[in-house]
């Protein structure tokens, strides 16, 4: 099995250690490929980066329009 060396930024430790307890992962290794098994295909499908420095901004799903409010009556029980 091929084997690669990640650094975890110090900022990052307490939350790793907060996911080893949680999910049960023996090590920092072990929490990384549960992270990459469990979100790596939702973080590629989602993720988008303009071809600038700044993320794109993401397109309302629906919009809304509040010119006449829908009313509704309460029930009676």
């Known amino acids: 099995m091929a084997q690669t060396r990640a650094v975890l930024p110090a900022r990052f430790v307490p939350l790793a250690d907060e996911l080893l ?15 990459l098994s469990r979100y790596g295909k939702h973080l590629l499908s989602t993720w988008e980066i303009a071809n600038c420095q700044q993320a794109t901004v993401q397109q309302p799903i629906a919009s ?4 006449q409010p829908e009313t509704f009556t ?4």
Do not use: C, K, Q, W
């Open 21 to 35: 307890a949680a999910t049960g992962a023996n090590d920092y290794s072990t929490l990384i490929g549960i992270l």
């Open 64 to 67: 809304v329009s509040l010119e």
């Open 74 to 77: 309460p029930m009676e029980f």
